[in-house]
Nanobody, 125 residues
């Protein structure tokens, strides 16, 4: 069984930074592409970013390009989301997810096999 545990959420200020972490256990971490999603109250879960198995390739939704950076450390079985230049509209519960799909750039929720419990990010103006 694969388990994902997010950490690092909290309260941030507009223009500030937060870093989310996702610890993965249960299977060889390098066999999964990883993604970050977010869900604001009353809205559907939204793709934020994904990263390939080796970490050599990344993909972002337009709204976070240039502000967020996804990364991974296969030796530590962890993925990260560095969030800079935060905006109030970034407020959401953030989820990390793992996929065995060969389509590592996928933004489709149903193509991810495992999910974390989510961590709240709140950005004040």
């Amino acid at each position: 069984q694969v388990q994902l545990v997010e950490s690092g959420g909290g309260l941030g200020q507009a223009g500030g930074s937060l870093r989310l972490s996702c610890a993965v256990s249960g299977r060889p971490f390098s066999s999964y592409a990883m993604g970050w999603f977010r869900q604001a109250p009353g809205k559907e879960r939204e793709f934020v970013a994904s990263i390939s198995w080796s970490g050599g390739s990344t993909y972002y939704v337009d709204s976070v390009k240039g502000r967020f950076t996804i990364s991974r450390d296969n030796a530590k079985n962890s993925a990260y989301l560095q969030m800079n230049s935060l905006k109030p509209e970034d407020t959401a519960v953030y989820y990390c997810a793992a996929t065995r799909s060969p389509r590592w750039r996928t933004a489709v929720v149903s193509e991810y096999d495992y999910w974390g419990q989510g961590t709240q990010v709140t950005v004040s103006s």
